[in-house]
């Protein structure tokens, strides 16, 4: 079955510096695509950032960046120069194709000032 | 932000009536998807639909059941609801499904007493 964990279940970074979440998905498949989702305090589901399994170029937005390990099945969220509206609920969640969106168990950040 | 309307927004009710919520978008999306979400699981897919009238299975859908009369409206009705069913309900939908991103709608907080 495909899986996906995210280890971390709360994490705390300070304003201003850099944090990485860490998530891990298991499959058999080659070609996927792969989220990262925020979910703050309104309960909103905000995509923040997306990779294609084929493209071996990391994802970057701004200030999210992903560490895609294909090999390694990682796929990692790092969010640099940290502020206070980034703490929230982060999901990783895995789409094969043909498939449907899996969800990891979510890591909430808090941002102190 | 994604055209998606969920009501309710919040609900109680007791255990053994009948619940339905409905999920409306105006983005004439072909997809369209309800999950769950609850602390430790992050979002489980209950069922989604592909078209009109062609609705599927998820992961967790015993206990529910869905209809899609209308391309913009998709309802997820609990015929007798159970404690365990208690949950935040989101609706999604994207264009295309596969390699397209879900957007979610606000979700519907939901007890069953």
């Known amino acids: 079955a495909q899986t996906v964990t995210q280890s971390q279940p709360e994490m705390s970074v300070q304003e201003a510096e850099t944090v990485t979440l860490s998530c891990t998905y298991d499959t058999s498949e080659s070609d996927y695509y792969l989220f990262w989702y925020k979910q703050p305090p309104s309960r909103q589901m905000i995509l923040v950032i997306r990779q294609e399994a084929y493209k071996q170029q990391n994802a970057t937005e701004n200030r999210f960046s992903v560490n895609f390990q294909k090999a390694a099945k990682s796929f990692s969220l790092k969010i640099s120069d940290s502020q206070l509206g980034d703490a929230a609920m982060y999901f990783c969640a895995y789409y094969p194709q043909g498939g449907k969106l899996i969800f990891g168990q979510g890591t909430e950040l808090s941002v102190k000032p | 932000d994604a055209g998606i309307t969920q009501s309710p927004r919040h609900k109680v009710t007791e255990t053994g009536t009948p619940v339905t919520l409905r999920c409306h978008q105006t983005e004439n999306h072909r997809y369209m998807y309800w999950y769950r979400q609850d602390p430790g699981h992050g979002l489980r897919l209950i069922h989604y639909s592909y078209g009109v009238k062609d609705t599927d299975k998820g992961e967790v859908s015993d206990g529910y059941s869905v209809s899609r009369s209308k391309t913009e409206d998709f309802l997820l009705t609990l015929e007798s609801a159970t404690s365990s069913q208690t949950s935040v309900y989101f609706c999604?939908?994207?264009?295309?499904?596969?390699?397209?991103?879900?957007?979610f709608g606000d979700g519907t907080r939901l007890s069953i007493l």
């Open positions: 999604a939908i994207s264009r295309q499904g596969n390699n397209q991103p879900q957007h």
